[in-house]
């Protein structure tokens, strides 16, 4: 079902119910109206029955008046039918009703008074008593109103049709007016799919709903472009990165094809070379692989107990330090975070791993945590001003950085694992150790378990 039946559909079927609707009242305000006038004046004529003698052969137009005893004689008679209901109100079984009969072709309206015993009624020969119970029957015909009714019916029937004949055509023409502007939209939007052009924007219009689509597809289209461009990038810069490495096997490789020509020592440095070499290359495929997680990780965001997950990233970072006799000193203060151990414990290790690797030997580190912030500062020489603005950027290495091991990626892990859980990172000097400092600051969640920026 496309969407332009849809809105035909809903155009006509509103239209459609509006008009049964307004048919409907019409009618039952019509047929009330008339029956509650004939009703009146019924009711009327019971309240004033000497209007009316027993006896008297005389009608009104249209209108009968009968007294009905209780064994079901009409006086007057006539051609009304006395059926079990009037006999049973005559009987004085039951009480005063008003309902439609038809009977000889034509449509009456009765009423049927009950009267008890010894009441009085008048005569032609002047008041008289019934000793027994019995029923006052006013009878009108209704037979032109009824036929009022009908010819209503017809005349609705035609204006509903005439109605619905309408509806149609304006859905038509509301449909097409109402969709033109989205059939524009869409075909624009047909066209940046089949060009495959993700630099080309479309006007966004006002600020109804169609400029809002507008918008939202522009914004899509910067999202996408930006993904296609940081995914090529990525692409590039690990080919570079793993073309050194790579490079550097393959000629070590084929020095060792001569091993038996080379000297013991010579032998050992070069396979101690390789065996570096696979680490660096090891390392970089682990660091593709977290950074392929994208802004977003599996799984649901869990409470964490932050200076837990600092104590278990010392805990392992220390062993590291041991070699190059480093201290490492913390100090900690609970708080609770949202996130994901794995990610937080990635990017806290990866500030330590960094630390320890610019920290010269007999160093320090110092870690704090509280509150939702973690800081990690050390004993290096520290990030020059200028390349502040670079440290997260994916394969960058400052000038000091590139005759060290490793990619280039451990401090885009941290920004892409702190972005995710909400909070900021952010690299200055330290102005107590002199070195870079780092500071990654979380929401943290209340005992109440609402989430705090503060």
Known sequence: MTFRFRVISATVGVAALAVVLASLASFWTTRNALLHSVDVSLIQASQSPASH???????????????????????????????????????????????????GGESYRELVVPL?????????????????????????????QIGELRQLVRTLLVVAAGGLLLALGLGLLIARAALRPLEKVTNEIEEVAETSDLTRRIDEGGADELGRLRRVFNRLMNS????????????????????TPLTSLRTNAQVLSRASELPTEDLHQLTNDMVTQVDE?????????????????????????????????VDTARTYARIKDVAIDVEVEPS???????????????????????????????????QGVVTVSDTGPGIADDERDRVFDR?????????????????????QVVDEFGGTVRVDRDPELGGARFTIVLPTIDADGTESND
Do not use: M
Request: overall charge neutral.
């Open 53 to 103: 003698p027993v006896g008297d052969e005389s009608r009104v137009t249209g209108a009968y008046f009968e007294l009905v005893l209780a064994n079901g004689t009409a006086i007057p008679t006539s051609n009304v039918p006395i059926d079990p209901t009037i006999r049973a109100i005559a009987k004085g079984h039951g009480g005063q009703i008003l309902r439609t009969v038809y009977f």
């Open 116 to 144: 008890a015993a010894n009441s009085v009624v008048i005569c032609n020969s002047g008041p008289c008593r019934v000793p027994s119970t019995s029923a006052e029957l006013f009878v009108v015909n209704i037979s032109g």
């Open 224 to 243: 996408v472009q930006s993904s296609e461009n940081l995914q090529r990038q990525l692409v590039a810069d690990a080919s570079h990165e793993l073309r």
């Open 281 to 313: 290359l090891a390392a970089l495929v682990t660091d593709l692989a977290e950074l392929s997680r994208g802004d977003r990780s599996e799984g649901a965001l869990v409470q964490l107990h932050l200076d837990e997950c600092v104590d278990e990233c």
């Open 336 to 370: 609770l975070v949202s996130g994901r151990q794995d990610r937080l414990v990635r990017a806290i290790s990866n500030l330590l791993t960094n630390a320890i690797k610019f920290t010269p030997a007999a160093g320090r580190i110092v870690v704090r945590s509280s």
């Open 395 to 415: 394969f960058w290495r400052s000038a000091a950085a590139r005759s060290l091991p490793g990619s280039g990626l451990g401090l885009s892990i941290v920004a």
